[in-house]
């Protein structure tokens, strides 16, 4: 049975492999999974569908990370994102007919997730995309298909262990992530930033304490300098990643589940997860259940 509880304790095992691994942010996952694009996709959905409408157009605009090692990366060389999110991309174009080549990517930031959705400067948001109740309010979000937890990265040399530790201080994160809001609950002074990759340049400068998000995110850092950084306490939230869909189309959750459902049965979530996370060494989670869609 697919539980959430296995997935978070496969969460923090990935957290700890990824600690020994110096490869993130490289471009050793820029092949991925080799999907099947469906042939004649538009046929398999209803009239006036955004699903159809996408399988007719041939084209879908995917908003995702560009500064998140194993999870959503491009670097200066990369044609294209790298990571876990592209990956489940991939795997819901092939199911509308549309290959990797007619997928148009867009950098797309914790603060901007839901306004791309709302305004269509996207399809899809797959951009480590916590679910939440609030972001359910306002854009619609199918999930989970990847369940991690909040951690702390700080100097090599910091005396902060744990989240006792952390009232009083400055920990950054991304403006408009969940994260700020469980750090602040913490005592917390949270200072929020553009990017991911801001908020690493504050710790690495003393500017700010600690920066705080998921553990894969993190370690992904540390990876890239194992010298200066270290993550430390245990996991201490739940992050579901979903992928964001307008509210203007409820009908893509059921697309959604349905499709990420089928790549679990048939290896192609696995065969996602190994060519990015899976990288690291960690054996591949079982799948997280999916909650259900509005009826």
């Known amino acids: 049975m697919r539980t ?4 978070a304790a496969a969460g923090v095992g990935l957290a700890l492999s990824l600690a020994a691994c110096g490869e993130a942010g490289t471009d050793t996952a820029t092949e991925g999974g080799d999907y099947e694009v469906a042939e004649n996709a538009a046929d398999n959905f209803d009239d006036g569908t955004k699903m159809k409408e996408l399988a007719e157009s041939g084209e879908v605009t995917i908003g995702v990370k560009y500064d998140q090692p194993g999870i ?9 994102p790298v990571g876990f999110d592209p990956e489940i991309g991939k795997i819901l174009a092939a199911s509308l007919g ?15 997730r839901e306004p791309f959705l709302q305004e269509g400067e996207v399809d899809l948001v797959i951009a480590s995309y916590s679910i939440t109740d609030e972001r ?31 009232k009083g201080t400055e920990v950054c994160s991304v403006t408009g992530s969940t994260s700020l809001d469980n750090i602040e609950a913490e005592g917390a002074t949270p200072r929020g930033f553009d990017t ?93 259940e999916f909650d259900a869609c509005e009826a």
Not at 4 to 7: F, I, V
């Open 4 to 7: 959430r509880a296995a997935a």
């Open 72 to 80: 959503g990366f491009k670097g200066a060389t990369d044609d294209i």
């Open 98 to 112: 549309i290959p990797v080549d007619d997928i148009t990517w867009k950098e797309t930031i914790s603060d901007n």
């Open 136 to 166: 359910r309010a306002i854009v619609g979000q199918a999930g989970p298909y990847y369940v991690t937890g909040q951690q702390l990265m700080v100097p090599a040399d910091s005396d902060i262990d744990s989240l006792d530790d952390v």
């Open 196 to 288: 991911y990759s801001e908020c690493v340049d504050q710790v690495l400068n003393g500017t700010v304490d600690a920066m705080t998000t998921d553990g894969a995110i993190l370690l992904g850092y540390v990876a890239e300098h194992p010298d200066d950084l270290k993550v430390v306490v245990d996991p201490f939230s739940e992050e579901r990643y979903g992928v964001g869909y307008s509210k203007d189309s409820p009908e893509m959750c059921q697309w959604i589940s349905d499709t990420i459902n089928e790549a679990y049965d048939n290896g192609d979530w696995e065969s996602a997860f190994k060519a990015t996370l899976g990288e690291s060494g960690v054996d591949t989670p079982e799948p997280p």
